[in-house]
């Protein structure tokens, strides 16, 4: 959490220290009534936000630049499941003082990946809140009209997708809990994937005409994937052992693997549907932007979701996932 500054910044000040970058060619940024944005013909706006409040979304003691990171990353995430090219973001920062180290070096964080990901922050609200910090994100970006990928469009036989290496920020998470036994040098292969996800967000717009449907694995594969199906009014054949693990997994029980890369959540990867006939295109693709792609199944005509475990073997399969990973 920020300290009380003796000499606190205004309002004003604080933007135009941290958050105010050069605005682009073609837009109105940081500083006016409004932020403007061209939107090319052709294409429709995607927008999505997030709220993100510190101990539910964030430890209190995290490192702010890592804050920053991550609370435009989860937003980015949703931009890349609907395949759209990133234009612009809004900041709304709600802070219990207006601490300069902390504003520093979470403005850094947050603007290094606006940059990298070219996301241009247009504006935004700053205010003063009672005791912890909240972040508010909303992204803008551009899709072909009639091309987003949609929750709703899987179809039977398509391919099952993944992207990354999946488990690691479950894993992290647990053990930064104490629900799973301490284990430092597991945090510290894990931790870094728990508080700064790489969303492939430069890639994604390659799918556009080749996949189906898709949604970022936000909330865990399973839960997420089942609002696919729901959506799209398919079922779905799953394989844990074909799905990409992260290398520090290998420390852990079965039961703990399946539990991470099943149920984990803050992965903002990808999960996607596509047609046999585009295997070709996705493996090129990826590999030529560096992604790591892997089918993990089968969507299938029969609207019931089965999970085969490491062995193969049939695990009983709930609507909100399943019974021994339902979390409360």
Do not use: Y
């Not at 508010?136 to 997708?161: C, F, H, Y």
Request: aromatic share 6%; charged share 20%.
């Amino acid at each position: 959490m920020p300290k009380s500054d003796p000499n606190p910044l205004s309002e004003f000040d604080l933007i135009a220290r941290f958050f105010s970058p050069p605005a682009a060619q073609g837009f109105v940024g940081v500083g006016d009534d409004c932020g403007i944005m061209p939107v090319r013909p052709g294409f429709q706006l995607a927008v999505s936000t997030d709220t993100l409040i510190e101990g539910r979304h964030f430890f209190s003691d995290a490192d702010p630049a890592d804050i920053g990171h991550k609370a435009l990353a989860v937003n980015l995430s949703d931009l890349a499941a609907a395949g759209a090219q990133l234009r612009a973001c809004l900041l709304s920062l709600s802070l219990p003082h207006a601490d300069e180290s902390w504003l520093q070096a979470f403005s850094q964080g947050f603007l290094s990946l606006a940059n990298e990901s070219g996301c241009q922050l247009i504006g935004g609200d700053t205010t003063r809140s009672h005791d912890k910090i909240i972040l508010g994100v909303t992204v803008l970006g551009e899709v072909p009209v009639s091309q987003a990928l949609l929750r709703g469009r899987a179809q039977p036989d398509d391919d099952i997708w993944v992207t990354g290496q999946l488990g690691a920020p479950h894993t992290a998470l647990q053990l930064r809990q104490g629900v799973w036994a301490a284990d430092e040098a597991l945090l510290a292969q894990t931790l870094p994937r728990l508080l700064r996800p790489q969303p492939p967000v430069h890639w994604a717009p390659e799918l556009l005409g080749h996949a189906h449907a898709a949604i970022d694995i936000s909330d865990g594969l399973i839960q997420d994937l089942q609002h696919i199906l729901h959506d799209s009014q398919f079922g779905a054949r799953v394989e844990a052992a074909a799905i990409p693990q992260h290398p520090a997994l290998t420390h852990l029980s079965a039961e703990q693997q399946l539990e991470a890369v099943l149920s984990g959540g803050d992965e903002f990867e990808l999960c996607f549907t596509a047609p046999v006939a585009q295997r070709a295109h996705i493996l090129d693709s990826a590999a030529k932007a560096g992604v790591a792609v892997q089918r993990i199944g089968t969507i299938t005509l029969e609207p019931t979701l089965q999970i085969l475990d490491f062995e193969g073997k049939a695990l009983n399969a709930e609507p909100t996932g399943f019974d021994h990973f339902n979390r409360s």
